[in-house]
């Protein structure tokens, strides 16, 4: 028997395996996986301008760099529409609002 006839196959469905973003963040595994509850998700298709796509790619990757705790680019994205439509639900009050009027 040879050094090479004892490798170890990996699991590639072994729920324990490691994610390799986490392993790319420095967060540990059982953080990132333990600690939001499981929601359902549906694919969603939006336009937007290259601009727009480039400033948030930018700002994703920032957030990354300065340590923000955001898990990838749909997690802010839902945060951010969340956000949007917070403010529209203030009424007068919205600053979305006011820009939609031109205001």
Known sequence: MTASDNKTI???FDEKRMDPVSVATGRPVS??????????????????????????TRKFHQLKLDGVPVDNKSALA???????????DRGEASQMLKRLAGC
């Not at 509850?37 to 400033?55: I, N």
């Not at 839902?78 to 529209?88: Q, T």
């Open 78 to 88: 839902e945060m951010a529409l969340h956000f949007a439509l917070d403010d529209l």
């Open 31 to 56: 953080k990132m996986a333990d600690s939001k509850p499981v929601v359902p998700k549906r694919k969603a298709g939006f336009y937007f301008s290259e601009a727009l796509l480039d400033r948030f």
């Open 10 to 12: 990996p699991d590639f």
